[in-house]
């Protein structure tokens, strides 16, 4: 062997005169055969690397590690060859006796891998080695690697170096690399999104791990549905809807299945759920908007009632004015509050309206509210003995766990959301008809006329109490009646429902009787 170091450093090459010793010692052991010395000398040298943990410090360094790669990576594919072809002149190179090198070459990849991802200087490389593995060992260890990873730039160029180097290494026509990038980059997410110590700003960027590609957006899609049912879960909507504004990939808020090149994947259900989701979002926003203007119109309405006729004018001016003058400047001053009065009402109103049939969109969203269209056609196949699908050895093929546990949270949302929009309407119809049954009782006052009093019981015009009155109780009698907003219901809340049921009637049943009076029956 110092015969072979001897005649290595005398070679007239300055790459090799310049080269540490850890490369001349191994071309030595290379080209005398000693593979059983070049084993045992390369498992000690790279202990640090091939324990698997990548954390530890080897003796070698970045350089002479990725050279015991190539190096181990080269023999085994010309053992390989060797094995499967005739014996070309550099596999003879090999000693025919050699044990195999594939375990132990695998190992210390799989060691350079994780070392590689210890390090973020060296992130760069992690794709093109981790292509040296098996699809089995890079399913099962890369997307833990991934998860450190933030930067935006830098996971740009990640996924773009797994589609390149992966589609290399996978030589089956089925599978031409992207399919495994798409799995490794939704497991990442899975990973992130599953760890509740991340916050949800580092879950929120998450999902654009599946923003960088197009054909990517639909596992995005499905994955940005995992984010926001865990959110809406934890009663965090705001987070939710900072999620879908600002952080969401455009890509995946605008993936359109029908539009997918990619027909072995079906996103129709994801996307109907997206959709349930946002439109909720909204009628949550308008609830929001239609509360902050009734209590904005209740403040100007307490400020008005406060404020006496003609307080603008100081008592000396008022003093000079004749008492048919003084007559005229209070009743346009009446007028004018009256104006002031119904220009709240028409806010108030208009903004119940909105919040209403947004709300209303909820309780009838096609197919129901986060109900998943194709477990629902199962369950009927069910019911008719049919569809159900079963092995070789005669038992159901059971879902997969991801998607029991979503159809677990759909249900879970369901239970804990619709409740919560059928009193929302409630609660909406109840203020906003006090509000103008208090206004109206007020201008008929002011005005000193008994006009208002018809439009209590007008259910045609928005201004009206009645219309209100009329709404809340007929929308509380769908929701009793409707089978789906039941079955949701705990047995609380359809006696809370059946409760305020019964306080519309009566109401409504009084204001029918005081009309009546009122026009002289």
């Not at 009646?481 to 019964?502: C, D, F, S, W, Y």
Request: net charge negative; with cysteine.
């Amino acid at each position: 062997e110092q015969d072979m170091l001897d005649a290595l450093n005398a070679l007239p090459y300055s790459t090799m005169q310049s080269s540490p010793d850890f490369l001349r010692r191994t071309l030595a052991m290379l080209v005398l055969g000693q593979d059983t010395a070049l084993e045992t000398w390369c498992t000690q040298e790279s202990m640090g690397v091939s324990s698997g943990d990548g954390m530890s410090s080897p003796t070698l360094s970045d350089d002479e590690l990725r050279w015991m790669v190539h190096l181990l990576v080269y023999l085994e594919q010309l053992q390989q060859h060797e094995i499967s072809s005739t014996p070309s002149n550099e596999a003879r190179l090999l000693p025919s006796d050699l044990k195999p090198l594939a375990p132990f070459k695998n190992k210390v990849v799989l060691g350079y891998v994780r070392h590689l991802a210890a390090h973020p200087s060296l992130w760069r490389l992690l794709a093109l080695y981790a292509s040296l593995l098996s699809k089995e060992q890079v399913v099962d260890v890369f997307p833990p690697l991934l998860v450190p990873v933030e930067e935006a730039e830098e996971r740009n160029y990640m996924v773009r170096a797994m589609q390149d180097c992966f589609k290399m290494a996978q030589q089956s026509e089925d599978d031409d690399g992207d399919m495994l990038v798409q799995q490794l980059l939704m497991q990442t997410v899975h990973l992130i999104l599953l760890d509740d110590a991340k916050p949800f700003v580092t879950k929120a960027m998450a999902i654009g791990w599946l923003g960088i590609l197009p054909h990517h957006a639909s596992s995005g899609l499905i994955c940005a549905n995992q984010l926001c049912r865990q959110l809406l879960l934890g009663k965090k909507t705001l987070h939710v809807v900072e999620f879908l504004e600002l952080y969401c990939p455009k890509m995946v808020l605008n993936y359109d299945d029908e539009a997918d090149d990619n027909d072995e994947i079906d996103n129709f259900a994801a996307q109907r759920e997206l959709q349930a989701i946002q439109t909720y979002l909204d009628a949550s926003a308008a609830f929001d908007q239609w509360k902050n203007v009734m209590d904005n119109a209740t403040a100007l309405l307490e400020k008005e009632e406060q404020q006496h006729y003609g307080s603008a004018m100081s008592d000396k001016k008022r003093m000079l004015l004749s008492a048919q003058e003084q007559d005229m400047l209070a009743s346009l001053d009446r007028r004018s509050k009256s104006q002031r009065v119904e220009g709240l009402s028409e806010q108030v109103g208009k903004a119940a309206l909105e919040a209403c049939m947004k709300l209303r969109s909820v309780l009838e969203f096609d197919g129901g509210w986060l109900v998943d269209q194709e477990d629902k056609e199962d369950d009927d196949d069910d019911d008719d003995g049919e569809g159900m699908e079963t092995d070789d050895d005669g038992d159901d093929d059971d879902d997969i766990p991801m998607d029991k546990k979503r159809l677990e949270e759909l249900d879970q949302l369901r239970r804990m959301y619709i409740p919560d929009v059928i009193f929302l309407m409630h609660n909406i119809c109840d203020e906003t008809c006090n509000y103008l049954e208090h206004t109206s009782s007020w201008m008929g006052k002011l005005m000193s006329s008994s006009s208002f009093k018809d439009t209590f019981y007008d259910t045609s015009s928005i201004l009206s109490p009645g219309y209100w009155l009329h709404m809340g109780s007929t929308q509380l009698s769908i929701s009793s009646a409707t089978e789906p907003i039941l079955n949701v219901l705990g047995q609380a809340e359809v006696r809370m429902l059946v409760g305020k049921l019964r306080d519309l009637s009566m109401r409504e049943s009084d204001w029918k009787q005081d009309l009546l009076r009122h026009r002289g029956y």
